[in-house]
């Protein structure tokens, strides 16, 4: 695999998958019992902004940078930004090296009695991983195949959580297979448990089979977010990126509906810009 999230931290698409992320985990908050996060595809955890890979390509520029000075947001973007600022010590105007990665922004969410279990299958990136959160009681290190390991990892013993499926796809539409396969084992396990699924836009008809995949799924509920910066017309370029939620918080939907005009309206590039947020399957 060579795929390194470093060269892309911070860009639109970790914006909306993030964003996204803060939000489904304040939900699962809202109630006391404790709650479990896995994390399929976790990376290092944590990425340097003024690091050569990240300077290479700037995607952050067009990503995290534009709404650091927003303001009037919807709840979830403003914790997430709130996290990354405080990370940063808290300085002024867009003195940001430090990007947190989906384990790092649960981390910082989760309360003492939740836990978090996360996966990376590449030896360096998963060094990094244990590095970040040694002495964290909560957070445990597999390094080993996502999709294999929540074979064995589901249900939680907390009987309530949340599944990050963040892949690179470097199989491209062989990684949906993959999603559809992992998904199919996880329902018969853990059918109530709460699957966030990213994935990247770049041609619409490579999107079609995964989604009728999930409207044939068996799964009660499916909700769609979608944010589109360039048309979806190219396989050349990232030109958008999806989430797709099974087994939503209740009203999760409305919360996207305030989430993503505003993602549309701060990362929209030149004149095009465009979201979505639709039922796939609601019973």
């Known amino acids: 695999m060579n795929y390194r999230h470093a060269y892309h931290a911070g860009n639109f698409a970790d914006v909306l998958k993030h964003s996204v992320l803060v939000g489904l985990i304040e939900a699962l908050k809202q109630k006391q019992t404790p709650f479990c996060y896995f994390d399929s595809h976790a990376g290092r ?23 650091l000075d927003a303001s009037r947001l919807p709840a979830a973007l403003h914790v997430y930004l709130n996290l990354v600022r405080a ?10 090296s430090v990007y947190p990665g ?4 649960a ?8 836990r978090a279990q996360l996966c990376e299958l590449q030896p360096e990136e998963a060094g990094h991983l244990r590095s970040l959160f040694r002495g964290d009681a909560r957070v445990a290190v597999h390094e080993r195949d996502g999709y ?7 249900p939680p013993k907390e009987k309530r959580g949340l599944v990050l499926i963040d892949p690179p796809f470097e ?8 999603i559809e396969a992992a998904l199919k084992q996880a329902q018969a396990r853990w059918p109530t448990g709460i699957y966030a699924i990213w994935y990247p836009i770049k041609l619409r008809q490579q ?6 995949w999930l409207k044939g799924s068996g799964f009660g509920k499916v909700l769609l977010a979608e944010l589109l910066v360039h048309p979806d017309n190219s ?4 030109n958008g990126s999806g989430m797709a939620i099974v087994n939503p918080p209740w009203k999760f939907d409305r919360q996207l509906e305030e989430l993503l005009p505003v993602l549309s309206q701060h990362l929209a590039q030149g004149r095009f810009g465009q979201h979505t947020v639709e039922w796939l399957v609601q019973e």
């Not at 955890?45 to 709404?67: I, N, P, Q, W």
């Not at 396989?235 to 990232?238: I, V």
């Open 148 to 154: 294999e390991a929540l074979k064995s990892l589901l």
């Open 207 to 212: 999107l079609a089979g995964f989604h009728r």
């Open 45 to 67: 955890g944590r990425y340097d902004l003024h690091g050569e890979e990240a300077l290479k390509t700037r995607e952050f520029s067009d990503g995290v940078m534009r709404l």
């Open 107 to 114: 981390s910082l969410l989760l309360r003492d009695g939740d």
């Open 87 to 96: 990370l940063n010590g808290n300085r002024g105007g867009h003195d940001i």
């Open 171 to 178: 199989a491209q539409d062989g990684e949906f297979r993959l």
């Open 102 to 105: 989906s384990p790092l922004l």
């Open 235 to 238: 396989a050349l370029r990232l």
